[in-house]
């Protein structure tokens, strides 16, 4: 049972590439599994620092193959561009390989997304713009172009004439936006192929190979939980299956395979885009740390929401995954911060719950109900044993693990590969 899935606990950003990267060095296979170009990891290494977003942030290792899986969405141009960004950081790109299944992101899907955006006015979900919601659209509506189909150019003719049609229609009649040319598309879509026809491949013979001979594969999650489609904070999340089950139909192995699943927390709680998020600091700590902390968007650019961490959420998340274990990343940004705060339960209707809601208004109306913890006297960053931590940041850690009801494998003390401490070895 060699699979291990990291998965993001809050709302993304967690820290998830430093962690992918580096128990990387003891796997065989990293594959992603969910989400698309929406997703940003950064890995830093005494390479340089390096920023994923379709591309397995295990590829740094030589020995590792990188697996794009069926339940990603790809946009081509993305891909085509990253490939060559880490070709130009010296990264071997020869053993990745891109499912014949994955999904196509098209220029129409990135469209429709900004127009979709744009009529919601109020309630836009700040998405990503890149595409991904109308790309799932498409795939659960049994019209999408998947990278297989690229290779395949005369039924690529007869299946985009017909969908061009209909999107067409819907992007000037519905939104009186601009049409696209099925020629050029059609010439773009050839292209792509020609371009990516050596990394593209079905996926599932080399995962249940690599299974069979019982080599270890990473599965990199992409998002958070709290942005499931059916198990975030709906409509204020992504469209697909961040969490644990997105993993096995993202790649196609069975649950039966995975022997961990790793939640990747930060020590306090971010988001990007709309939607509510309880423990909300609108004042002058959550800007520090934004700053701090450098929260601002990989992908996007965009400053991140800054909160203390949301326990109920947390355990949520941890509970809804079968977390086997956590990693905390991220404890040095509270480095000369008092108080701490970590939120324990909700408030709502003048009722004390450590229920998570489910529905966006009820997490709105909830207020978070706070333990408080002194700030610690030495700093926590660049910490590599648990013994370097002072003691009130592990009070602080060991009251998240205990909140979480999961061991804590790994807590990170910065961006750095070797700035970390780990509490209980992976693999
Ligand atoms: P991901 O989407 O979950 O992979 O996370 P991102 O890469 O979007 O954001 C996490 C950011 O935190 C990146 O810039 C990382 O380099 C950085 N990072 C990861 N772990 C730590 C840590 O323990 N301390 C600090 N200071 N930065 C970290
Ligand atoms: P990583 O993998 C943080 C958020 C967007 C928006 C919502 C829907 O780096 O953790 P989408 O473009 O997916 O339709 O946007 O989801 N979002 C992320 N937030 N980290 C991410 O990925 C995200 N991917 C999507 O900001 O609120
Ligand atoms: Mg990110």
Redesign the pocket.
């Known amino acids: 049972m060699p699979a291990y899935a990291i998965i993001?606990g809050q709302?993304?950003?967690?820290g998830?590439?430093k962690v992918v990267d580096f128990l990387s060095e003891g796997a065989h296979i990293v594959a992603r599994f969910s989400?698309?170009n929406?997703?940003?990891?950064t890995v830093v290494t005494d390479r340089g620092e390096f920023k994923f977003h379709l591309i397995p942030s295990g590829v740094l290792w030589p020995h590792v193959t990188g697996i794009i899986g069926n339940g990603v969405v790809v946009d081509p141009d993305a891909l085509l561009e990253e490939i060559s960004g880490l070709q130009a950081q010296s990264v071997d790109m020869s053993r990745l390989l891109v499912s014949d299944r994955a999904h196509v992101i098209m220029p129409y899907h990135v469209a429709l997304?900004h127009l979709e955006e744009q009529a919601r006015g109020e309630g836009a979900?700040?998405?990503?713009?890149?595409g991904?919601?109308p790309a799932y659209m498409d795939k659960a509506a049994r019209v999408g172009i998947r990278m297989g189909d690229l290779l395949d150019e005369k039924g690529l003719l007869s299946s985009l004439g017909f969908i061009l049609e209909q999107k067409n229609t819907l992007i000037t009649r519905l939104y009186g936006g601009a049409p696209f040319s099925l020629e050029e598309l059609y010439e773009r879509c050839r292209e792509w192929g020609r371009s990516l026809e050596s990394f593209i491949r079905p996926a599932g013979p080399v995962l249940q190979e690599a299974l069979a001979k019982k080599q270890r594969l990473l599965l990199e999650?992409?998002?958070?939980s709290m942005?499931d489609l059916d198990h975030g904070t709906y409509p204020?999340?992504?469209?697909?299956s961040?969490t644990i089950g997105g993993a096995c139909t993202g790649l196609g192995i069975s649950p039966k395979h995975i022997q961990e699943v790793i939640g990747i927390y930060k020590a306090y709680t971010?988001?990007?885009?709309?939607?509510a998020l309880p423990t909300e600091l609108k004042d002058e700590i959550g800007e520090a740390i934004r700053e701090r902390a450098w929260e601002y968007?990989?992908?996007?650019g965009?400053p991140?929401r800054c909160g203390w961490f949301d326990a109920v959420a947390a355990r949520y998340s941890a509970t809804l995954n079968g977390m086997t274990s956590a990693v905390l990343t991220r404890l040095d940004v509270l480095d000369g911060f008092s108080p701490l705060k970590i939120c324990v339960a909700y408030r709502l209707n003048g009722k004390v719950t450590d229920c998570f809601p489910g529905s966006a208004s009820a997490l709105e109306a909830c207020e978070p109900v706070y333990e408080e913890f002194p700030g610690w006297d030495r700093p926590t960053a660049g910490a590599r044993h648990i013994s370097e931590l002072p003691q009130g940041a592990v009070n602080f850690v060991r009251r998240i693990e205990e909140l979480l009801g999961c061991p804590l494998s790994m807590v990170s003390t910065g961006p750095d590969r070797e700035e970390t401490i780990i509490l209980k070895p992976i693999l």
Request: hydrophobic letters at 20%.
């Open positions: 993001g709302w993304g950003d967690e998830k590439g989400g698309g929406n997703a940003g990891h997304d979900i700040g998405t990503t713009g890149k991904i919601g999650g992409a998002q958070g942005l204020y999340v992504t469209s697909s961040s971010t988001r990007v885009g709309s939607g968007g990989t992908t996007t965009r991140r």
